[in-house]
T-cell receptor
């Protein structure tokens, strides 16, 4: 079975500080991993995805994530937080079980707050 | 704007009723996925259609059904509604063409917020 665990349902940082959102995965097949962001009252927007081409993945809005197989992790980082980064972030894995068609399996989400 | 549209944006109804949620995928995308987002369950995959055919089911209740039409729009039908069905329902589309895990980006619509009173 595949799953994604996001450590910390709420993370608060100061503006300009490092953002680190944690994601660990469990998968019996090589995983394809995604980070999505959800702003209040909006749908999900892709930040970045790991497709096995490179372990360090750069996304939109200055975010990046590193795939570490030995740690089964795909943590999301941003060097300097902006107020506009306040949102909920979801880590997801593309389903690889028999009969699946690439639907996403999501973590519970991490709500990021940015203090001025 | 993801290019995926969903209507209506909000829906308020009573227990026992039936509602239909509509989704239009991005131009050219053949796959439509439906997800439910609730406070207790988080984001859960419901069902996937590809080019008019059902391809996979997730945690979808028997009271729920879906279909994808020849013009590729999709509808999610929810019947005998219960209080616990109150949630945000998203559809997502992708160019997905084959089975198994995928690197395809899924583009999400703005969602339909269903409130069952």
């Amino acid at each position: 079975a595949q799953s994604v665990t996001q450590l910390g349902s709420h993370v608060s940082v100061s503006e300009g500080a490092l953002v680190l959102l944690r994601c660990n995965y469990s998968s019996s097949v090589p995983p394809y991993l995604f980070w999505y962001v959800q702003y209040p009252n909006q749908g999900l927007q892709l930040l970045l995805k790991y497709t096995s081409a490179a372990t360090l993945v750069k996304g939109i809005n200055g975010f990046e994530a590193e795939f570490k197989k030995s740690e089964t992790s795909f943590h999301l980082t941003k060097p300097s937080a902006h107020m506009s980064d306040a949102a909920e972030y979801f880590c997801a894995v593309s389903a690889g079980y028999e009969g699946s068609q690439g639907n996403l399996i999501f973590g519970k989400g991490t709500k990021l707050s940015v203090k001025p | 704007d993801s290019g995926v549209t969903q209507t209506p944006k909000h829906l308020i109804t009573a227990t026992g009723q039936r509602v239909t949620l509509r989704c239009s995928p991005r131009s050219g995308d053949l796959s439509v996925y439906w997800y439910q987002q609730s406070l207790d369950q988080g984001l859960q995959f419901l069902i996937h259609y590809y080019n008019g055919e059902e391809r996979a089911k997730g945690n979808i209740l028997e009271r729920f059904s879906a279909q994808q039409f020849p013009d590729l729009h999709s509808e999610l039908n929810l019947s005998s509604l219960e209080l616990g069905d109150s949630a945000l329902y998203f559809c997502a589309s992708s160019a997905r063409t084959s089975g198994g895990p995928s690197t395809d980006t899924q583009y999400f619509g703005p969602g339909t917020r269903l409130t069952v009173l």
